[in-house]
DNA sequence: CAGGATCCCCCAAGATACTG
DNA sequence: CAGTATCTTGGGGGATCCTG
């Protein structure tokens, strides 16, 4: 990912790509979603993300802080615990990031839709007999349910 | 990635981490855009997009067909070349995309702040010593610029 | 419980070369 | 120019053990 200058105003912005980089990450939104309703310790992110390990969870929080969207405190009281928060700039990405909540639970059906519909081929389908493509049917699914 | 039944409602909802995954992927949340104003043919794609090659960016797109994100057509003036463009439902998806698009011209900026300032711990901080935790400064970094 | 250190696997993505 | 086929690699992510 090296930003090319060219003439989209989206495309080639530092930034904009900066942005798509804190997306791409497995773990970056589910986390930073699982903090929106406050700060939370690692047993309870894990426990309420779900198939996350605890060094998968804590590299993940670390690059959140070195990106400035998490906070890292022990709380006085308790000493021994500690505690993750977003800071004021993390709290600003919940809002794209809560569109694409709003976008899942809207169109999720579509997606799973299509992706069956791909897999039959409804059988309506002619094709070529000796060409048949032969799609791998794999590495085209975004995830293994 | 196993989609855990918790008792938070979007982080166990399936159709919401399916959304993540779509995201997650490097190229998806780019080419969905590169294609926002229109249908576009692979060559435009590559020079409007920047730093993909034709081997991925193909890739990518029949990832984004078989969810049902976007279309291939060759259109019957050119029988010789293709088109790829938006489904609706792809379409719906701008709008998600867009809201990071915003997010990043408008923080993009204080992330890089932040980055930097991770990088030089500013001088003010007095550490131990003894037990300087020599963070590996990498892998940390999600790009690199 | 937090989280560092290690080892290992796998696949997204790059490079290159070839077909239509 | 579009797309495929190979080969290779970097690193994200899993598992496991060990410390404070």
Not at 59 to 76: A, D, F, K, Q
Not at 81 to 101: M, S
């Amino acid at each position: 990912m090296w930003y090319v200058t060219t003439t989209d105003a989206f495309l080639a912005d530092c930034r904009a790509r900066l942005a798509f980089d804190l997306l791409t990450n497995t773990w970056n939104p589910v986390v930073l979603w699982a903090l929106r309703e406050g700060p939370r310790r690692p047993v309870e992110l894990r426990e309420r993300i779900g198939g996350i390990s605890s060094k998968v969870l804590t590299e993940t929080l670390r690059r959140l802080r070195y990106n400035g969207l998490v906070t890292r405190r022990t709380p006085p009281d308790t000493p021994s615990a500690v505690e993750y928060g977003l800071t004021p700039l993390g709290r600003t990405l919940l809002t794209p990031i809560d569109a694409f909540g709003a976008w899942a639970f809207e169109h999720g059906d579509e997606v799973m839709a299509a992706q069956e519909a791909a897999c039959r081929p409804t059988a309506a389908e002619h094709h070529s007999p000796s060409h048949s493509p032969a799609t791998p049917a794999s590495s085209l699914r975004q995830n293994q349910a």
